[in-house]
């Protein structure tokens, strides 16, 4: 039985329990006031119920029902256990009146008459009863009570008045009461004893979860087995020894033949008790070890399942984790591919564009080309910043930054731009305190996307202002447009990947929609947050970044795209390159620099010109026909101790951290401004 029914019929048969043993006492009192003989004794010619006896077990009966659920309230409680009170009091009183010789003469005060009609002094407790009254009242009130042992008072003491109750009914059983009665002594009624076994048999049901009924009324084996076996030890002696006696006063047999035939009995009926009970464990026990072995068997079944569905899962991770290796060597391949034939242009036309002998509007078509080549190598940068970020790869350099230097070479990026299409571009720079621990680079591709939103988004005769200030400790950075605002629908989701704001109108602007969602992981990397505010369509709208600032006295690096400073030395270079347009570009470049400059577009070749003369310093791709630059590198290192520049379209984090390990001192990413490719090869040509 599941614990929830054990109590369900523990608690039901304390309710029945009590319930009877109350009706008992409530017969006799009847009988005592209406004069009702057989109410009285039960069996003509036995001894009456006391009075108070009935009274005592009405109240103990009330007590009962009243503490025989946990869960009780205080009031009743309370009630119950007042009751429990006046039956103990009640047992006290009579065992001291019992050995003072005196008489309380409490009958009287429950009815008017209690002589009987002469079979006994009917008027006095016996002492049995007495020590009854005094073990229930007891039990009741230390219903609850459990010693550290998990003892319960109150089970060994209803077991007590249980014995008591069985012995009384063993001599009704066996017509011994009539040779026991005395005028000095009187035995337990019937009535009484029957209610007081029953109140035993309830106290001990009331709390059935606990204790020696814990096992009683427990599933287990013993649980069931004392069940079956404890009601025919104490019934079936008494049925077969009231039989023997009836047979005997009838005359059927001798006193001999009725013991000899009363032990066979016995024996007979209990061995088919124990056979009928073990029958019942066996069947039980059967059903178990058929359980178990079932259960062992699905088990071993689920086992495999699990054992074959691990390696399934194996397998298909391990195919995951290779399409996962296949997708970022395709996005590192499509990178290079994608980078490498934009080096030259970008090369050539920010060469040309610093060329003060060239007119003005060709220098202006050669800005506009640069710039369309760095929006070029943004989207690419872009799309892989993305996969960094959806695998948890975004990795910051940080040192001190000066916000401000970031925003202002970005303002000087976009200031053609701007001027351009006739807006209006404005730094409004308030913010005392504008240094921030941060990563310069990731922190300048966050405005940079601001910014070219801003103005992406912006017609012709607007303003796109650039505003910061300091509130608590933090430094505010806010782009602000009049241009073609967000709409309501869009603007909770406008940081989100691939999503656009003039996606209902045709994608007009252009973008992936990448930049404002890569925007916001890189401000939650650092600690800060982000917002967008419009109030809708046409009205403009305004992005927010807030930061930690940090003491400006701090030294370390500002703006990574701080102004450039011109090489100071000419070096020997070895130049590894193997897109022929980029190798001319390239050492074309460094030749006008100064620089005395051998190039190779092969290992092979460059390994020959290592033998061949001494280099200050190797600028190589990575991906070679015959081989890659990493390889290379390792080779000049430990052969000639050179050391180099690593120029590649390749830019995921296990590039940066092969190229580091093979003795490159620096890695640049495909397309790369000449002026940056000098200021590397300088701090690159110091460390070496």
């Not at 200030?469 to 806010?478: C, H, L, P, T, V």
């Not at 807030?546 to 690096?557: C, K, R, W």
């Not at 081989?627 to 590198?633: A, I, S």
Request: proline share 3%; net charge neutral.
């Amino acid at each position: 039985m599941k614990p929830q029914e054990t109590t369900r019929i523990a608690q039901g048969t304390s309710l029945v329990t009590s319930g009877l043993a109350i009706a008992i006492a409530l017969a006799v009192l009847i009988g005592w006031i209406f004069h009702f003989e057989v109410l009285k004794r039960f069996i003509p010619g036995s001894i009456a119920m006391n009075p108070v006896t009935a009274f005592c077990l009405v109240a103990a009966g009330i007590s009962l029902l009243l503490l025989r659920g946990r869960d009780t309230g205080q009031t009743q409680k309370l009630i119950g256990q007042a009751a429990a009170g006046l039956v103990l009091l009640a047992g006290a009183l009579r065992l001291i009146s019992i050995f003072s010789g005196g008489n309380l003469g409490m009958e009287r005060w429950l009815v008017s008459d209690s002589s009987g009609d002469g079979t006994g002094p009917t008027d006095q407790l016996v002492l049995r009863t007495v020590l009854s009254f005094l073990i229930t009242g007891a039990s009741l009130l230390l219903l609850d009570v459990q010693t550290r042992r998990g003892r319960r008072p109150a089970e060994i003491l209803s077991a007590v008045t249980a014995v008591i109750a069985i012995l009384a009914l063993v001599g009704y059983s066996y017509g011994l009461i009539g040779y026991y009665t005395t005028p000095n002594y009187v035995p337990m009624s019937l009535p009484g004893a029957i209610g007081f076994l029953l109140l035993a048999t309830g106290i001990l049901h009331a709390r059935a979860r606990g204790g020696i009924m814990g096992i009683i009324v427990s599933d287990t084996a013993g649980g069931m087995l004392a069940r079956r076996l404890i009601p025919l030890a104490i019934l079936l002696p008494i049925f077969l020894g009231a039989l023997r006696l009836a047979g005997e006063k009838a005359g059927w047999y001798e006193t001999k033949f009725g013991a000899a035939h009363a032990a066979t009995a016995f024996i007979v009926l209990f061995l088919a008790a124990v056979w009928w009970t073990a029958r019942i464990l066996f069947r039980v026990d059967t059903e178990r070890k058929i359980a178990e072995e079932r259960a062992r068997r699905l088990n071993a079944e689920l086992e495999q399942r699990v054992a074959d569905r691990t390696a399934e899962l194996d397998s298909l991770n391990k195919d995951l984790q290779q399409a996962s290796r296949a997708k970022d060597h395709f996005l590192a391949a499509l990178s290079h591919e994608l980078r490498t034939p934009l080096t030259p242009v970008l090369m050539c036309a920010a060469s040309l564009e610093r060329e003060t002998a060239l007119q003005p509007e060709f220098r202006e078509q050669l800005g506009m080309m640069r710039r369309n080549v760095e929006l070029e190598a943004r989207l690419i940068d872009d799309l892989l910043d993305l996969t960094r970020i959806s695998r948890g790869k975004l990795e910051l350099q940080l040192d001190t930054t000066d916000v401000h230097s970031l925003l202002a070479h970005t303002e000087q990026i976009f200031r053609s731009d701007a001027r351009e299409k006739g807006i209006a571009l404005r730094l409004e720079l308030d913010a005392r305190e504008h240094a921030v621990a941060g990563d310069a680079a990731r922190l300048h591709q966050v405005f940079w996307n601001m910014v070219k939103n801003a103005i992406k988004f912006t017609s012709a005769g607007g303003q796109v202002i650039v505003r910061t200030k300091n509130a608590s400790g933090r430094i505010r950075i806010e782009v602000q447009d009049d241009g073609i605002g967000i709409d309501p629908k869009i603007l909770p989701s406008v940081f989100g990947a691939f999503i656009q704001g003039d996606a209902e109108t045709g994608h007009t602007a252009g973008g992936l929609g990448l930049g404002m969602s890569i925007s916001k992981t890189i401000v939650e990397m650092h600690g800060g947050n982000i917002r967008a505010e419009s109030a809708g369509t046409g009205a403009g709208a305004t992005f927010t970044v807030e930061l930690d600032t940090v003491s400006s006295s701090a030294t370390g690096s500002v703006a990574a795209t701080a102004a450039p400073s011109p090489s100071r030395s000419a070096y020997r270079l070895l130049v590894v390159e193997d897109h022929q347009p980029t190798l001319d570009v390239l050492a074309r470049l460094l030749r006008k620099q100064g620089h005395d400059v051998v190039t190779a577009g092969t290992v092979e070749a460059a390994l020959r010109c290592a033998a061949q003369g001494r280099f200050d310093l190797v600028i190589s791709d990575i991906g070679l026909p015959d081989g890659n630059g990493v390889d290379l590198m390792v080779q000049l290192t430990r052969e000639y101790g050179l050391r180099g520049i690593a120029l590649s379209g390749y830019g995921m984090e296990a590039d940066f951290a092969r190229t580091k390990d093979a003795g490159f001192l620096a890695h640049l990413i495909k397309p790369v401004d000449f002026e940056r490719l000098n200021r590397v090869l300088e701090q690159a040509a110091r460390a070496a």
